[in-house]
């Protein structure tokens, strides 16, 4: 096969190649969900071990099941599974490298039993997902998915006992508050569905660690890969940018054996919930913080909302709120993590758009924004600002969320509420798929419908100026 990524002459900067042979490696870990932010993470931490002559056993098989996923096959598929992985510091320095850790790929739509035979190979000892947050619902009960995660997860797990063979680790690498947690339980719910005898044999025997996993890494764009051609000579149909900073918290808690992750940077600890909730609750709440408000200022991109003074403001206020939720972090300052989260938002070089950030919001919003907010009304304590985010979601909704088709069926809900709001202000709160019933606690549903209301009448400036302004 074509040896691409092809790295010519041409390249006016170095680009770091894989120097390990990878004729040698085979698949221990097979990964759902291979996209953008896989292949710069835990892609990028096995290419590191791989580089320090070990961890040959633990290379990478993708998996994709979605109909998107055949132009990562095809991709995959013409340049022998590797990649450009380039990595943009705020002040403009670049480091590229070229990842070799992920040396196959299924496309489960073209051949499900491939899959399979990779899922009860003996030597697959982990398999590990980035299916994103909305990824982790079953189909309803009584219909089925054959392509689907689960499933074939579960068909894996099923013929594996069968066989004898020692089931695999599902590692869960998905910004969820206890991911391994939430994929344990979806698991046991797909497999009790099927059988519950191999329920309680999944339960009893296969390790769910969770995982904090950090590294902002925006979408591929054209612009992306003519650096990648025009600075290091190299042609590469999907190169992965993203920031310098990674982070990779992870339970060390594993069926059949794990890479030596510690000895390329990833932090194994017995208990990962308070990195986890730290980072939910202040980057990825940061990020819905930014989208809704900066999309109706009119800015494209996350540090060009993290340099607008009204919108910094605000998200100081909001995680003013949301830290008295956090639990003590071994060995972290949260005064030193908030800066540097500024840092990294206000990155120009990474390019974040708001619309990537906004995207999926009938899940992100009920995974990093309101578990604070439920959170400070048991506690007593005030959520002006958590409201007025979600306020800012639900109004960009109902002015935007036409304009984009609904890709779930609760995305089409929530349009379909949003154009009720002007009768019914509470219609989207009301609606328990993603808000519980937080729409019976009037210390939320007081600020949330003042911020609305705001926001029609006066627009986001003046909204968030008197919010801003406000008492301390
Ligand atoms: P991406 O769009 O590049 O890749 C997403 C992958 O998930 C694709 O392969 C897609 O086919 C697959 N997928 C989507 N829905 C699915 C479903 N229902 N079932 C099975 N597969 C499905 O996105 P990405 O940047 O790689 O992000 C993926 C996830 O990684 C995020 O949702 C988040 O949980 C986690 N993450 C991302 C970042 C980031 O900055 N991009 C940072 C931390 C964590």
């Given amino acids: 096969p074509a040896e691409t990524p092809a790295v010519t002459a041409s390249g006016s900067a170095p680009v770091e190649l894989p120097r390990y042979d990878r004729a040698g490696i085979r698949t221990g870990i097979v990964h759902f969900g291979l996209g953008n932010f896989h292949r710069a993470h835990q892609a990028m931490f096995l290419d590191r071990l791989l580089a320090l002559g070990e961890g040959n056993e633990w290379g990478i098989c993708g998996v994709g099941v979605m109909p998107g996923d055949a132009r990562m096959r095809d991709v995959l598929a ?11 510091s705020g002040t403009g320095e670049l480091d590229a490298r070229v990842i070799g850790s992920i040396h196959d790929y299924r496309f489960a739509p073209d051949d499900r039993e491939a899959v399979l035979a990779e899922l009860t190979a003996e030597t697959t000892r982990i398999v590990s997902l980035t299916v994103t947050e909305g990824g982790y619902r079953l189909p309803e009960e ?3 998915n054959p392509l689907g995660v689960f499933d074939l997860i579960v068909t894996g797990l099923a013929r594996r006992r069968a066989a ?19 994929a344990r339980g979806v698991i046991l719910e797909a497999a009790r569905r099927r ?12 390790a769910f660690p969770s995982s904090m996993v950090d590294r902002i890494t925006p979408v591929t764009t054209d612009a992306d890969r003519a650096l990648v051609r025009d600075t290091f000579g190299v042609e590469d149909a999907w190169p992965v940018v993203a920031e310098p900073f990674v982070q990779w918290v992870l339970e060390d808690h594993f069926t059949a054996g794990r890479p030596a992750l510690e000895k390329v940077g990833v932090q194994l600890v017995s208990d990962v919930a308070p990195y986890e909730k730290m980072k939910l609750r202040l980057l990825n709440a940061s990020h819905q913080g930014m989208a809704y408000f900066g999309l109706l200022l009119g800015h494209t991109f996350a540090h060009e909302a993290t340099t607008d003074p009204r919108i910094v403001a605000f998200l100081h206020r909001f995680l003013a709120e949301s830290r008295p939720t956090l639990d ?27 619309n990537r950030l906004a995207t999926d919001a009938g899940s992100r919003i009920p995974t990093f924004v309101l578990p604070t907010i439920v959170d400070n009304i048991a506690a007593g304590r005030d959520v002006t600002f958590g409201a007025a985010l979600v306020a800012s979601w639900v109004f960009q909704l109902e002015r935007d969320g036409h304009a984009q088709p609904a890709q779930t069926e609760i995305e089409h809900n929530l349009t379909a509420l949003a154009a009720k709001l002007e009768a019914e202000p509470r219609a989207i709160i009301e609606y328990a798929p993603v808000f519980g019933d937080i729409a ?6 007081t600020p949330y419908l003042a911020t609305l ?18 008492a301390e």
């Fill in 440 to 445: 019976t606690h009037d210390a939320f549903v």
């Fill in 142 to 144: 009584g219909t089925e």
């Fill in 164 to 182: 004898g063979t020692v089931p695999f680790t599902v590692m869960s690498c998905d910004n969820l508050p206890g991911n391994g947690e939430v």
């Fill in 78 to 88: 013409a340049q022998d599974s590797l990649f450009t992985l380039v990595l943009k």
């Fill in 195 to 206: 059988d519950p005898e191999l329920a309680a044999w999944i339960a009893e025997n296969v």
């Fill in 453 to 470: 209301e705001a926001l029609r009448r006066d627009g986001a400036a003046a909204t968030l100026d008197a919010l801003n302004g406000s």
């Fill in 328 to 354: 003590p972090v071994p060995g972290i300052d949260l005064d030193d993590y908030v800066n540097t989260l500024f840092e990294r938002f206000t990155n120009p070089a990474i390019a974040d758009t708001l």
